[in-house]
């Protein structure tokens, strides 16, 4: 079993294969998690906002298409697949924890090396265990078709951590409509309020106004229908 790092395109299936797709962000996201490592504390807010749009969506569409699909093909899908959730659910935490802070705050610099860790864990753990196993157990077609399901969810779901939804369907399915519209209206005010310093204060405004309404939609308890006991205990063991 080899890590999808060590592939080909051509070993991964093809260009419209999911694990083509995966390893594509997973570069993506290192790419920017060095930027981050050298940046200025005034430019991560920037960096962050791009890290945000990439990664919860990607990490929404695996919760929505491909770990369901990985219980259902592997005996240990279960298992594997409540791991990399719980990573999910600490990311979700540690952000929304992270957004209550000022660029000054003391914990900031330890909170922020934690989810940069963290990311790249999840990483280690989809690129050298998770998605290979599904490699296994799947023809390259059957990769491809999964790559169009899963492409298509990461292209219209939520930008920003929600820690209150289930990991799992039906509650993250749910959720995603009203969360993604809500989210998607925040990274449009929260990029003009970057680079308008005169109207940043009006937009923060409107932005936080939109932040409450989504804290009222993941706390709607159908949302949280299909969640796996134990997804949010940290001392799961691997």
Same mark, same amino acid.
């Given at each position: 079993?080899?890590?999808l790092?060590?592939?080909?395109?051509?070993e991964?299936?093809?260009?419209?294969?999911?694990?083509t797709?995966?390893?594509?962000?997973?570069?993506?996201?290192?790419?920017?998690?060095?930027?981050l490592?050298?940046?200025?504390?005034?430019?991560?807010?920037?960096?962050?906002?791009?890290?945000?749009?990439?990664?919860?969506?990607?990490?929404f569409?695996?919760?929505?298409?491909?770990?369901?699909?990985?219980?259902?093909?592997l005996?240990?899908?279960?298992?594997?697949t409540?791991?990399?959730?719980?990573?999910h659910?600490?990311i979700?935490e540690?952000?929304?924890?992270?957004?209550?802070?000022?660029?000054?705050?003391?914990d900031?610099?330890?909170?922020?090396?934690?989810?940069?860790?963290?990311?790249?864990?999840?990483?280690?753990?989809?690129e050298?265990?998770? &998605?290979? /196993?599904?490699?296994?157990? =799947?023809?390259?077609k059957e +990769? %491809?078709?999964? @790559? *169009?399901?899963?492409?298509?969810? #990461?292209?219209?779901?939520?930008?920003?951590?929600?820690?209150?939804?289930?990991?799992?369907?039906?509650?993250?399915?749910?959720?995603?409509?009203?969360?993604s519209? &809500?989210? /998607?209206?925040r990274d449009? =005010?929260?990029?003009?309020? +970057? %680079?308008?310093? @005169? *109207?940043?204060?009006?937009?923060? #405004?409107?932005?936080?106004?939109?932040?409450?309404?989504?804290?009222?939609?993941?706390?709607i308890?159908?949302?949280?229908?299909?969640?796996?006991?134990?997804?949010?205990?940290?001392?799961?063991?691997?």
């Amino acid at each position: 079993m080899r890590s999808l790092a060590e592939q080909t395109t051509a070993e991964l299936g093809g260009r419209w294969s999911v694990l083509t797709r995966q390893k594509r962000d997973h570069v993506e996201l290192e790419g920017m998690l060095q930027e981050l490592d050298v940046a200025a504390v005034e430019e991560q807010p920037e960096i962050l906002h791009r890290i945000y749009r990439l990664v919860f969506p990607h990490a929404f569409a695996e919760e929505s298409v491909l770990w369901p699909t990985i219980r259902r093909v592997l005996p240990d899908g279960e298992h594997l697949t409540a791991i990399v959730e719980q990573e999910h659910q600490q990311i979700n935490e540690l952000v929304a924890e992270l957004e209550e802070l000022s660029l000054q705050d003391a914990d900031r610099p330890a909170l922020l090396a934690s989810i940069v860790e963290l990311l790249r864990e999840d990483v280690r753990d989809e690129e050298d265990t998770l &998605l290979p /196993r599904l490699q296994e157990a =799947l023809q390259p077609k059957e +990769l %491809r078709r999964l @790559g *169009l399901a899963w492409e298509a969810v #990461r292209r219209s779901a939520p930008t920003r951590p929600h820690p209150v939804v289930s990991r799992r369907p039906p509650g993250n399915v749910l959720a995603a409509l009203p969360l993604s519209a &809500l989210d /998607r209206a925040r990274d449009t =005010l929260d990029r003009a309020a +970057l %680079r308008s310093e @005169g *109207l940043r204060p009006n937009l923060s #405004r409107v932005s936080a106004a939109l932040c409450r309404g989504a804290a009222v939609v993941e706390h709607i308890p159908v949302m949280r229908t299909g969640e796996r006991a134990g997804t949010r205990d940290k001392s799961t063991s691997r």
